[in-house]
């Protein structure tokens, strides 16, 4: 009876470690992706229809880019926009012209919506925030900008030789 136990005991440890090594090796995206995170800004989120129907009007519009400069070329960017980053925002309001309709930008909306919630307080005309990811997955095209090449080095001096 012991050893019938200790079978079965060994069959349902193996079964499960063999369980565990299939999904531990099964690739991410077999695995159900994380659900987006809600939107709870007052901040509208803008559609990609939305998105280019403002930009088809360049001198009514500013885009404001919220994003640190690293996550431009991987994450790309609308063709024009000022950069101030979400942190600097408050102490750069004087250089933000408030006679435009400003869309605030990040990768997913969510820094950008935070962006245009503090801009709307402080009296901007914030028409909504987008996120080029999203807008990508729409079907819309991004500049992905790419970073410059570092200088060339300089050649080093000739050294005289001595007769």
């Known amino acids: 009876m012991n050893i019938l136990k200790t079978t079965i005991a060994a069959t349902l440890l193996l079964a499960g470690a063999a369980s565990f090594a299939q999904e531990a090796a099964a690739p991410a995206a077999a695995k159900p992706a994380a659900a987006p995170q809600p ?64 869309v605030t930008v990040s990768n997913r909306a969510h820094r950008a919506g935070a962006a245009g919630d503090l801009l709307t307080l402080r009296g901007f005309k914030v028409a909504g925030a987008a996120g080029t990811l999203d807008y990508e997955e729409q079907g819309g095209v991004v500049e992905h900008i790419k970073p410059p090449a570092p200088p060339a080095a300089a050649p080093a001096p000739a050294v005289a030789q001595a007769q």
């Open 39 to 102: 939107w709870t800004y007052k901040t509208k989120q803008l559609s990609r229809a939305e998105i280019d129907k403002l930009l088809l009007q360049p001198g009514k519009v500013l885009v404001l880019d919220v994003r640190r400069p690293d996550e431009l070329p991987s994450k790309g960017s609308f063709p024009v926009f000022l950069s101030i980053q979400n942190a600097d925002l408050e102490k750069y309001l004087k250089y933000i012209p408030k006679d435009r309709q400003i």
